[in-house]
């Protein structure tokens, strides 16, 4: 129990459907994050909410749509995306954004597959 | 832009001691984190190093030297399910992580 869950585990999606990751996290963090990553590859941070507030976009394709109801809870929203964009989804909290000594924690991440 | 250089893969034997390195570049330094991932698994915080020298927690230490822009995380008595993914992050000036593509852990009996 890492205390962030991320549902769904694993999707696998036609480029021309609509899809939504959710992730809810228990620890009383003010800041979520959703990152992607693929195989062999860094950690890429696409965005950063701070008390709900969507504080960075890492230059994101508008396909994918991030939403943040409460600082417990968010959602990255999917739509036409391109097999490139299969990889794993993490999302992360931490105490505040930014503040460099704050460990992050993870979710276990949704496996994304865009057939 | 920054990067952050880690091998890909090790390979290390039970019962073992193994170095894992890690390099960035140096401008803008606000520290340095140091991640476990077990395949599927979430992303786990080990450590994170801001001044120079050796940090230990039981059988894992984290070193870093700012001036040469290095750090390295060192693993004791290496069990089995020490093999995993071992992240390293730097924070930037603009406290953002830059991370590393991972080092691939494997350990053999």
């Known amino acids: 129990e890492t205390g962030v869950t991320q549902t769904p585990r694993h999707l696998v999606m036609g480029m021309t459907n609509k899809k939504s990751l959710k992730c809810e996290q228990h620890?009383?963090?003010?800041?979520m994050y959703w990152y992607k990553q693929s195989a062999k590859k860094p950690l890429e941070l696409m965005f950063v909410?701070?008390?709900?507030?969507?504080?960075e976009n890492n230059s994101v394709p508008s396909r994918f749509s991030p939403e943040c109801p409460n600082s417990s809870h968010l959602f990255l929203h999917l739509h036409t995306l391109q097999p490139e964009d299969s990889a794993l989804y993490l999302c992360?909290?931490?105490?505040?954004?930014?503040?460099?000594?704050?460990?992050?924690?993870f979710g276990q991440g949704t496996r994304l597959t865009v057939v | 832009g920054q990067n952050i250089d880690q091998p890909t893969e090790m390979t290390a034997t039970e019962g073992a001691i193994v170095q894992i390195n890690c390099t960035y570049q140096?401008?803008?330094?606000?520290?340095l984190f140091w991640y476990q991932q077990h395949a599927g698994e979430a992303p786990t915080f080990l450590s994170y190093?801001?001044l120079d020298g050796l940090e230990e927690k039981g059988r894992f230490s984290s070193f870093l030297s700012r001036s040469k822009g290095y750090s390295y995380l060192l693993l004791k008595e290496l069990q089995m399910k020490d093999s995993a993914s071992y992240l390293c992050?730097?924070?930037?000036?603009?406290?953002?992580?830059?991370w590393g593509a991972g080092t691939k852990l494997i350990i053999k009996p």
């Open positions: 992050a730097e924070v930037d000036s603009n406290y953002q992580l830059i």
């Open positions: 140096t401008s803008g330094f606000n520290g």
């Open positions: 620890l009383g963090h003010n800041a």
């Open positions: 190093n801001v």
């Open positions: 909410y701070n008390f709900k507030e969507q504080t």
């Open positions: 992360a909290s931490s105490q505040d954004w930014p503040d460099p000594n704050t460990e992050a924690f």
